[in-house]
Structures are given as structure tokens and as C-alpha cells.
């Protein structure tokens, strides 16, 4: 076999040598045969004459040996791919309608594949990570619920001590900007804790240094910390000497024990690491650590599962309380579960779009086909092999082909980067993302047997029908039927997709509107927020953190354009904290607790939002440390917990402290918490305590997760302030790093960016999908126009009105809408239920946006309907007649 | 006499490559051969041979060299590789085969049943 090919491009290539060996050698024969005929008698000149007779056609011969080397079917190839370049040129809107189409597809569909694939589907990046795992506990009932991962320190203890043969450690999955400080450095870093063995169980080794050991991972321990190997570059230049040097963090020295390798990530991008110490007190009483296990070699996931679950948990000890049991969820599966679902979409999105081009193309296909057939039934009549003429059309087909998988090539590779940075922005994730290609091949291998089905399914067809026919029709073509039939499905199918998707993607809008439309319940105007971590030895007691706070506020409500200023734990549209509490006097069942967001702040907080204050009073300097402990709560607090009774007054526990309630505040929005809502936000009950009343262990606690936000309302311009705000706070304290610095309508933003990052996705993919069905509807109908315009004027000419013509023309593209958006309907009422989960204040049967979309549909089919047919109404009927 | 193309299909083949088992040669040396072993029977349609002399080389049953001819002038010399060694073989018996077959055939003789 490679001998023969080699044999067949050795000719090609040698071509003209070819020929003249062939020359030479036909030459020697003839006059060989000369000779020999003059040396049996003959004359000369007629012997001459005899051989050359008796030779035959030396161009024959040629030929016939040039093709003996298997040199036939190249030299075809090579003419076929110049008819099609020279079809191409001949009607580029054709051949660039197709190569964007198909690039569109190809590119998009690639990227997007790339990006789900990257974030949901990539193993991790360690080793063996199919063996990897969180535990959870989870109700045996209602099943393991993907992203409700986290347990408690408890819940710990018993996996470290009932799980002995399983790799195992614990973490905080909590990201935690902090202050870090070396010799003149000083950084807002994120850290991240974890417990002595959880590189060990991710098999991944420090590069330099060694991880923690158990004796540093206990409550006391000697304070040390590993960095990552970005860190250690940027901040302390790759310093071969860093293992035992000391750093700063949150102000406490720490130890240096290791770097990690480079590009080594943990679950969410950290710059140190610490040990954890998990306790079953304090921060491990709540569910806030997460537990991951390595499978030992050889134990299947059943197995291990069922190993897990044989562990008694601690609430099953409990009478009364529902029964929960450990189990396992794949590591990959538990980090991504809320990015399931929104990707998902989007890739869903995607495949109907590359459904609706590739029937666009198809349609596409049948049209060219059809208009060529008289071409391809001539040549079949003057005796062109069905071979031929199909290996003719494949190889105008593949060159579309190609020439579109460059487009989407270049499609996929220009936007998969901004697609990267979208996805990091709005998604929680690390992954970086890389063009996929074997997703680039199935994208460009469905596109391409879509063309090439559809490019020659009406030649094959054509041999089925009598030559003839196709010949004496004319401009008629006798398989018109059957391909147009096709066409019209195809058109349906796309309009179906098409109604389905702009459905989809309007619902998404209207959900992103009512979200960005909620009443926050506060003004955003002219409101800049300072972000600082807490987290520090230096405040280490409530007294200190109040003092930096009144020196801070106090030198910033000095300042000439600042109206007021406060301080707050958490600001609205971000996810506050949550506690359990109980009223004073109310007897809850056993088992069940009560629930709320707490918010620490200072007097001016309400009035510097506009937060209107309902009933009762404001928190005042004099609710101070040594004073009967108050607060404030919601309107949402109110009808969840305190209907019953006059609100103000009551008392309530919380954190192992009694407070009386002495105000209502006027609701705002905040991010979920993991409780209560589904909804991105929500007016959650939420308990607003005075900062000056927050107690010592308080502010440690929750400064470890939660950095508190300075808030300023300015009459000027709010962005002009930061630079003096930032000095303010330096002044009080040189060594804190500001970790952010944002408007406040910049935090709203940002809690509605994914819903508004969906919508966008969606409406721009549909837009692309309806234009693809637009262009397929207006070439049928431009089709059929031309197919009838002989008969359109023949009706005109025996007395019909050219609106009469028009409208019998135009009607049958409307006719398909209208079958179109009945399946789209279908369609759509079947994805409803799916689309449910990922819309707000909307339903997924809306009439408006159902409305919208149908008469939209409808609007632009009649269009594309009714513009290519009033060509009809402009025609003359007696040229036309003439021209038959 | 037969002519080129009242040989059966794949028959000059062979009989090239039948030629070339006595020795390299030339094209029109090849065209004599055959002429000469048929004794006079086949007559070669003269052009037809260089297709198929291509045709062999193409499949590696033949190799072609330029060389000298008799009377000096560069001609191109086939021989036969041992893969076309091989087939010639190959082809001889199934030719054998079937003549014997046919003749067989040919020949027989109304028997009483």
C-alpha cells in the first residue's frame, strides 16, 4: 500500500519527467520496431509509417500510463477542489452565509464545551482525583444534597476516629482575606485553614518544607504557615531560606514550614495555608469544616460508602431528632454542584443553537442542490458516471467545510479567553480553561456530516429519476417535492428550537429584572464601602476593634463632602452571618431552632443607608458595653418570629447572650445563606446589634470569616473620597491593608451578576439562533419565488392581483412559522419544569414573555415571508410569460 | 491469431511478467518475446503494452532501470522483482488449472447415465 502511494505522488510529483521518460522510451520502441521492420525489406519511410500504425496513440499510451500508477483519482481530486474554489468565488454570499454559519457553530459550540468541560467535568489536578471525596451527613429520606457539604467539628471527631483506614483531613472551605506582614511587606492575602494531613490526602507534597504535623494542629499549637509558590515569588522572590523564617499574619508571627508546588490550587485560590484546629466548640459547633477522604487503594465506592455510612453520627444519638447518616460525594461533584446547573444551561443553550444551524445548513444545502440539478442531470445525460459527479460535490462540500472549521477555529480560539474571564468573574472557580479539542472535532465533525448528508442526499436522488424529466422540466425540477419537504421540516424544527430558546432566554430576563427591581429597601446614592480584615492579634478584644472603629469613623465624618459614616459585619446584596436563637418565653419543640442574620454595626448604619427605622428607636452611643444589650430587628424578623404581641420589648437569645428588642428597621436585600431562600436575594429576618455591645469571642469568631465593611455617604462625588478614606484609616493604623474599595451599587452589581451573565448568554445565543432561522425562512421563500414565478405571472396574466400572488407565495413560510411555534410551544411547556429552578418572580409559563416571543417570532417569519415575495408583485406577467 | 484484446483479462500481465522471467528487457525486446514464444499466435496491439508495464511497476511486480540497449541507444530495462516472481507462479498454476479444466470439459464424451 505504501509502496503504491509512493508510486502514485512519485508521478505526480515528477509529472514532466514523467512524460518525457515516457517519450523517450515510446520513441526507442518505435524506432526499434523501424529498424527491425527495414532489416526484414521494407522501405524506409514505410517501415517508419508501419511502426507508428501499428504503436497506436502515443497520448493514449500516455495517459493510460500515467494513470496505471494510480494517478486518476488525485488528478480529479485536485480538478474538483478547483471547480469548487471557482464555485465559491462565483457566489460568495452563499459561500460566507454557509462558512459563518458553520464557523459560528463550530467556534461557539467548541468554547462553550470548553468552558463546562473545564469547570465541571476536568478531573482535578491531583493524583488518582476519581478517589477523592467529601463526606457529608445527610438525611436517608430526602437523599445527599449536592453543595450542602459542610458539617460540624463533632462530625469530625467521629470520621478521624471511625475511619481509620481512609486517607483523611478537614478544612475550612471559608475563604479568608487577612493582613500579612514581612519586614517592610504588608498584604491582604487569602488564607486558607486545613488540618495536618490534607496534602497528604490530596497526594500532593510541598515543594520545599514538609505539611503539618498533628502536634500543630491542635487548639495552642506552635503558629506556622505554608505559602504558595506564587506567594513566595511574589512576595518574598522565591527566597530559598523561607522555611523557618517568620511572617506576619492577622499580626501574630507564624513560622514558615513549607511552599507548595506551583499552580497547586486547594478548593479555592489561596495564598497561605494554616492548620485548622478543628474543635467540636466554638467555630466546629456549627457546621463549618469539610471533610475529605481518599479512598484506600482497592475499596470501591459502594464499599466505602457503606463503610462511611456504618459510622454512627452524632445526631442520630439524639431521641426525636431526624436520622442522618455519613456518605460520600465525589470531590469534583461536591465543588461544582452550584455551577451544575447555570452551565449546564448555557451548554444546553448552546447545542440548540448548533442544532438550528445545522439545519440552517442543511437548508441550505437542499436549496443549491435543487437549483443544480439540471447541471448534474446534463451531465448525467452526456454520460457523466454518478461517481464522479458525487465525488465532485464531496469535494465542494469538504471545502466549505474546512474553509467554515477555519472560521470556527478561529471563532472558538478568539473567545474562549473572554469567555474564561466571564466565567472566573461569575463562577466560583479556579479552573483555568483551555480549548478542548476533541470537542472541536465533534463540533466540527456534526457540522460537516450535516452539510455533506443534506449537500448530497438530492444528487443521490436524482438518480432514482428519469433524466429526462429533470432536462425537459426546465427550471421545474421534478424532485422539488420530496427536497422541499425536507427543507420545510428542517424550517419547522428551527423555528421549534428557536421559540424554545428565545422562551428560555426571556424568561431568564424577566427573572434578572424582577431581581434587579426588587425594592433593596435602603439608597445605594453616592455610597462607597471600605473593606478591612479584622481578623488581626491586634483586635483581638471588642475593646480595641471599637476603638480603631471610632478613631477611623470619627476622622472620616471630619472630612467636608462625607455626610455620614458606619460601620457594618456585612453589607446588604452580600451573604450576612447567620445564628440560632430563641425568644425569651417561647417554647420551641425539641429538635427545631429558630434562625437569623446578624449584623453588627454602628448608630449611623440606618442612616446612612436610608434604612427607615419603623418603630421604636435607633441604636444610640449609649447602648454601650457596660449597658442592658439591645437590638434592632427587621421587618422580616418580625412576621417571621414575632406576630403575636407587641415586637418591641421582647427578648431574645443568642450567641449565649439575652437581648431586648428596642426597634424596627425597614428590610433590605441580602445574598442568601444557605437558609430560607433559594432566591439570589432575598429580605431575610436579620438581628442588627450594636458593635460597642459585640463581645470579645464574638468578634474573633466571626472576624475569622467575615471582614467588616466601613460605609460612607458622601455629598460629592463617592469615588473621589477613597484616597482620603484610605489615609484616614492609615493614619489610625499604618499596617492595615485595605482589601477592598467599592461603591456600594457596585456590591449590588456584583450579587446579580450571574443572573444577568445567564440572561445576557442566553438572549445573545438566541439572537444568533433566530437570525440562523430568519436567513433559512427568507431562502425558502426566495426560493419558492423564483420556482413560481412563471406560474405567478401565468395567474396574474388570467386576472389575479399581484397582492393575491404575493400572498399565495408568501403564505406557506408563515404557514411553517405557525407549525413552528405550536412544536416551540411544545417544546417549551416540556422544559418549563427544568427552567423553574433557575428563574425568580417569574413563572415559566409567562404570558408576556410567551407573548413576546410569538409574535415576535411571528412578526420577523412574516418578513422574511412577504419581503422576498412582493418581487413577485413588481413583475411584469407578459415578460415573464415570454421568458417560458 | 489473437490480439490484445481478445486475451482474457489479467492474461498480458502475465504474460509480460512471463517474458520478463527470462531475462530483463526493454519494452519492445518484451513485445518480441511474447511474439516469439507464442510462436506467431499473439500480436501484441503494440501501445498497450506500456499501461500495462506501468500497471505491474505501480504494483511492484516489476522494477525498470535505464540501461544500453543491443544496438547502444538508452533504453528502459524492466525485470522482475520477487514479489512478481511470486505472482507469475501464482498466476501460471491457476492458468494450468483452468486450461486443464476447460479441456476437460471440452473433451468429454456422451456417457450413458
Known sequence: MLNRLRSAFGTLLRGRRFREELDEEIAFHIDAYTDDLIASGMDPVEARRQARLRFGSPEEVKTASREAHGVALIDEALRNLRFAVRGMLRNPLFSVTFALTLGLCIGAGTAVYSVVDSVLWRPLPYPSPDRLALVVTYNPETGKVPGYNAVDGRSWELIRDGAQMFPRAVFSDWPAGVNLSADDAAAYVQQQRVSAGFFSTLEVA????????????????????????????????????????????????????????????????????????????????????????????????????????GIQTTRSSQPDAPETLFGLVPLNRALTADMQQPLLLLLGAIVIMLLVGCANLAGLQIARALARQPEIATRQALGGGTGAILRQMVTENVALGILGGLAGLAVAYLGIDGLEALVQAHFDTWRTIDLDARALAAAFGLTVLATLLFGLAPVLQVRKFDVRGVLAGGSRTVMGGGGHRLR??????????????????????????????????????????????MDDARYSSAAEVNRFIDETLAGIE???????????????????????????????PEGTYRIANVVYVTPDFFETLGVPLLRGRNLETADGPDAPTVVIANQAFIDANLVDGPAIGSRLTFGGREFEVVGIAGDVQQARGGWGSSEPIWKSPTLYISAAQAGDGFFRGIHIWFS?????????????????????????????????????????????????????????????????????????????????????????ALGATPGKAVWTVGLPGLQLTVVGLVAGGVLTAITGRWIAQVIWGVVPYDPITLGVVGIGVTVLAATASFVPATRIARLEPSTILREE | MLITKELLPGTLDMLILKALSLGPNHGYGVLLRIEQTSKGLVSLEQGSLYPALNRLEHRGLIASEWGTSENNRKAKFYSLTPAGTKRLEHEASRWTQMVEAVTNVLDALPMES
Open chain 1, 206 to 309: 510541598p515543594l520545599i518544607g514538609r505539611e503539618f504535623e498533628v502536634s500543630e494542629d491542635i487548639p495552642s499549637g506552635p503558629a506556622v504557615a505554608i505559602l504558595s509558590h506564587e506567594l513566595w515569588q511574589r512576595t518574598f522572590n522565591g527566597d530559598p531560606q523561607i522555611v523557618g523564617r517568620t511572617i506576619r499574619l492577622k499580626g501574630d508571627a507564624h513560622t514558615v514550614v513549607g511552599v507548595m508546588p506551583a499552580g497547586f490550587r486547594s478548593s479555592f485560590p489561596t495564598d497561605v495555608w494554616t492548620p485548622l484546629r478543628p474543635s467540636p466548640t466554638g467555630e466546629g459547633s456549627g457546621t463549618n469544616y469539610k471533610i475529605l477522604v481518599r479512598l484506600p487503594p482497592g475499596m470501591s465506592w459502594e464499599g466505602a460508602d457503606a463503610r462511611i455510612a
Open chain 1, 488 to 533: 420545510k421540516a428542517l424550517l419547522v424544527g428551527e423555528v421549534a428550537l428557536v421559540t424554545a430558546l428565545l422562551s428560555g432566554a426571556g424568561l431568564l430576563v424577566r427573572s434578572y429584572g424582577y431581581l434587579d427591581r426588587l425594592d433593596p429597601g435602603f439608597d445605594a446614592e453616592g455610597v462607597l464601602t471600605v473593606q478591612l480584615s
Open chain 1, 558 to 588: 471630619r472630612q467636608p463632602s462625607v455626610a455620614s459614616a458606619a460601620v457594618a459585619l456585612t453589607l446588604p446584596y452580600e451573604r450576612p452571618l447567620n445564628m440560632p436563637f430563641r425568644i425569651v418565653g417561647v417554647e420551641d
Open chain 1, 708 to 796: 467588616p465593611s466601613w460605609l460612607v455617604k458622601t455629598t460629592g462625588s463617592p469615588a473621589g473620597l477613597a484616597a482620603s478614606i484610605t489615609n484616614t484609616i492609615h493614619d489610625v493604623n499604618p499596617d492595615m491593608p485595605v482589601a477592598r474599595v467599592t461603591l456600594l451599587s457596585e456590591v449590588m452589581a456584583q450579587a446579580l451578576a450571574r443572573p444577568r451573565f445567564e440572561a445576557m448568554f442566553l438572549v445573545i445565543v438566541a439572537a444568533f439562533a433566530l437570525l440562523l432561522a430568519v436567513v433559512g425562512l427568507y431562502g425558502i421563500v426566495a426560493n419558492e419565488v423564483v420556482e413560481r414565478t412563471s406560474e405567478m405571472g401565468l395567474r396574474m
